[in-house]
């Protein structure tokens, strides 16, 4: 049987990145919002299905039966092996294991190191000293910043952050270029060479899907 896909995602959060890969492959989904802003991810409805309550959550349903898969990036490479036309995925075994350096350190370093600590600071503190709470997120936002001028370097002179062909990678940045704005950061003018690719990314069609679907902004 065809595998039946269900991708529980929250618009604009890390789940955006497995939902593009998902229109980018064509393959039948259905997409289900879990809106964290609403406390969706904490309901016993989807504590059932990941209690982590976290997203994303990737529902999978094939002759093995039906299970669910969790992580954003387990999901773009599980989802990337299994339907491997079109390719988002490098095939040479050097270049899928730096596909994964750039992936995991944007999951880690980039998201749980850095944004979180400028979204929600006070949950890295046991104090409710307003001052200290800020002085957190302006940490995080010159962690972030140290971070983006990585990306900056690193993608100097590519079309795309693998190379030569549009990857899973690219879905993954551009979800940190709409958190970098949404952290006070203009990327435009600080990252020139990360939002021209952002543009190019935009511009596809899945991509532009993925983002009407989720009815977000991306500037």
């Not at 949950?123 to 200290?132: G, M, Q, V, Y």
């Not at 140290?146 to 940045?173: N, S």
């Not at 970098?180 to 060479?193: A, F, I, Q, S």
Request: hydrophobic share 45%; proline share 7%.
């Amino acid at each position: 049987m065809s595998p039946e896909y269900r991708l529980f995602h929250s618009p604009g959060a890390c789940s955006l990145a497995p939902h593009i890969v998902l229109e980018e492959l064509g393959i039948a989904y259905e997409p289900v919002r879990v809106v964290i802003a609403e406390g969706a991810n904490r309901k016993p409805e989807y504590l059932g299905i990941n209690p982590r309550g976290r997203v994303p959550a990737l529902g999978i349903k094939d002759e093995q039966g039906e299970r669910v898969l969790t992580e954003s990036v387990a999901i773009a490479v599980y989802l990337a092996r299994h339907h491997p036309s079109p390719s988002l995925l490098p095939e040479d075994p050097e270049q899928f294991v730096r596909a994964l350096e750039w992936m995991n350190w944007l999951a880690t370093t980039m998201h749980q190191a850095g944004v979180r600590t400028v979204f929600r600071p006070e949950r890295f503190t046991t104090s409710t000293d307003k001052p200290a709470i800020e002085g957190i997120a302006e940490a995080g936002r010159a962690a972030i910043r140290i971070g983006y001028a990585d990306i900056e370097e690193r993608l100097a002179g590519k079309a795309w952050a693998m190379g030569d062909a549009f990857t899973a990678v690219d879905a993954f940045l551009l979800v940190h270029y709409r958190w970098g704005n949404r952290c006070g950061v203009d990327m435009r003018k600080d990252y020139p060479t990360y939002a021209a690719l952002m543009d190019r990314v935009r511009a596809r069609p899945a991509v532009a899907r993925a983002v009407a679907h989720e009815a977000i902004q991306i500037d």
